[in-house]
């Protein structure tokens, strides 16, 4: 059974950064691409930062680009994603995702989601 955890959400003042984890179970972890998503209340889930399974390559959405990185960690099964420079329209929850193909990960589709992770920025 697969299973991907986030944390590290929460509360932070606008300008102010945020680590986020996934620690992922139940997947061989450096086989597949990985990625963090987010949706903001009335709005559809749309991705943020995707990882290719070597860490070679990586994807960012526009609006994140400069503040966010993306990063994992194959020994420990763990993708992380540092935020900085936050903005009150960063304010969504954050799902973790895994997929054996970046491509398709980077266009919004997953074979595994988390259970998402809160953060909330405040202005």
């Known amino acids: 059974q697969v299973q991907l955890i986030e944390s590290g959400g929460g509360l932070v003042q606008a300008g102010g950064s945020l680590r986020l984890s996934c620690a992922a179970s139940?997947?061989?972890?450096?086989?597949?691409?990985m990625g963090w998503f987010r949706q903001a209340p009335g709005k559809e889930r749309e991705p943020v930062a995707t990882i290719l399974w070597s860490a070679t390559t990586a994807y960012y959405a526009d609006s994140v680009k400069g503040r966010f990185t993306i990063s994992r960690d194959n020994a420990k099964n763990t993708v992380y994603l540092q935020m900085s420079s936050l903005k009150p329209e960063d304010t969504a929850v954050y799902y973790c995702?895994?997929?054996?193909?970046?491509?398709?990960?980077?266009?919004?589709?997953?074979?595994?989601w988390g259970q998402g992770a809160q953060v909330t920025v405040s202005s």
């Open positions: 139940g997947l061989t972890f450096s086989m597949y691409a």
């Open positions: 995702a895994a997929d054996g193909s970046f491509n398709r990960l980077s266009r919004g589709s997953a074979a595994y």
